[in-house]
């Protein structure tokens, strides 16, 4: 069994940085993918970022603004958000894969003036 534990979430202006990171139980390295997905009220679940071995993808909306990065060393996965959006307004929710999905408890980001 996973565990992820998020943290980083919060309230931002426009324009505005933070930094999610999702702590895993144990080590990373053995994750077929980590992601982080996020949910906005009304709204489905979408892929904001993804690791897999060989490749990280972002989804159009944050290409450039966002950055997933790792550290084996910690366990913990992040994503660096900058130059936020209202429209990013949402919970954010970690995500690994091994031969299961495993799934963070989620963080609130709210991006409002």
């Known amino acids: 069994q996973v565990q992820l534990v998020e943290s980083g979430g919060g309230l931002v202006q426009p324009g505005g940085s933070l930094k999610l990171s999702c702590a895993a139980s144990?080590?990373?390295?053995?994750?077929?993918?980590m992601g982080w997905f996020r949910q906005a009220p009304g709204k489905g679940r979408e892929l904001v970022a993804g690791?897999?071995?060989?490749?990280?993808m972002y989804a159009e909306s944050v290409k450039g603004r966002f950055t997933l990065s790792t550290d084996n060393a910690k366990n913990t996965v992040y994503l660096q958000m900058n130059d936020l959006k209202p429209e990013d307004t949402a919970v954010y929710y970690c995500n690994v894969k091994t031969i299961s999905d495993y799934w963070g408890q989620g963080t609130q980001v709210t991006v409002s003036s």
């Open positions: 144990i080590s990373i390295s053995i994750f077929n993918a």
């Open positions: 690791k897999t071995r060989g490749n990280t």
